[in-house]
T-cell receptor, first 113, second 115 residues
Framework: AQSVTQLDSQVPVFEEAPVELRCNYS??????LFWYVQYPNQGLQLLLK??????LVKSINGFEAEFNKSQTSFHLRKPSVHISDTAEYFC???????????FGTGTRLLVSP | KAGVTQTPRYLIKTRGQQVTLSCSPI?????VSWYQQTPGQGLQFLFE???????NKGNFPGRFSGRQFSNSRSEMNVSTLELGDSALYLC??????????????FGEGSRLTVL
């Protein structure tokens, strides 16, 4: 069965500092990988996705993630965070061809001035 | 384009009652999925519907059921409510025109409190 591990439940960081949110997955088949973000009292929003092709994927607001098949990882990075990036971030995986996502437990990113 | 709309946003029920939650997907989206989010269990997949057929199902008891209508709107029902059913129920739609990609567009959720 698939599983997703987000080792850090909370990551505090100062504004303009770099950040990395870690994600490892377990699956024996080809997968799609996602990062979703959830702001307080809201649903989830897709931040970025890996479906195929280039292993480095980027979002419009400066986040990027790299698919590493050998290490079964999909870590999320941003070189310089803003206060507005404070939110909970979820890594998710789905088997290719299926519409069911398995989510990690989430990482709360806390950006302070 | 309007986003995924879920109603009601908040509701309070008592143990033993039943509840029906509604979801209107983004126009043109034919796949609708439901997830339960709790502090203890995180996000868990309930079921997915496509063209009025349940295509995938998670590991929830039979008290949890759903359906999809011909206009792609979906409802989920929970019967005989238990305290542990208190959660945020999230609906998501997907622009599935070919093979599923797992990309989901979420609504803001229906927060159910069971007393």
């Amino acid at each position: 069965a698939q599983s997703v591990t987000q080792l850090d439940s909370q990551v505090p960081v100062f504004e303009e500092a770099p950040v990395e949110l870690r994600c490892n997955y377990s699956s024996s088949v080809s997968v799609y990988l996602f990062w979703y973000v959830q702001y307080p009292n809201q649903g989830l929003q897709l931040l970025l996705k890996y479906l195929s092709g280039s292993t480095l994927v980027k979002s419009i607001n400066g986040f990027e993630a790299e698919f590493n098949k050998s290490q079964t990882s999909f870590h999320l990075r941003k070189p310089s965070v803003h206060i507005s990036d404070t939110a909970e971030y979820f890594c998710a995986v789905s088997d290719v061809g299926f519409q069911k996502l398995v989510f990690g437990t989430g990482t709360r990113l806390l950006v302070s001035p | 384009k309007a986003g995924v709309t879920q109603t009601p946003r908040y509701l309070i029920k008592t143990r033993g009652q039943q509840v029906t939650l509604s979801c209107s997907p983004i126009s043109g989206h034919r796949s609708v999925s439901w997830y339960q989010q709790t502090p203890g269990q995180g996000l868990q997949f309930l079921f997915e519907y496509f063209s009025e057929t349940q295509r995938n199902k998670g590991n929830f008891p039979g008290r949890f059921s759903g359906r999809q209508f011909s206009n792609s709107r979906s409802e989920m029902n929970v019967s005989t409510l238990e305290l542990g059913d208190s959660a945020l129920y999230l609906c998501a739609s997907s622009p599935t025109t070919g093979a599923p990609t797992g990309e989901l567009f979420f609504g803001e959720g229906s927060r159910l409190t069971v007393l």
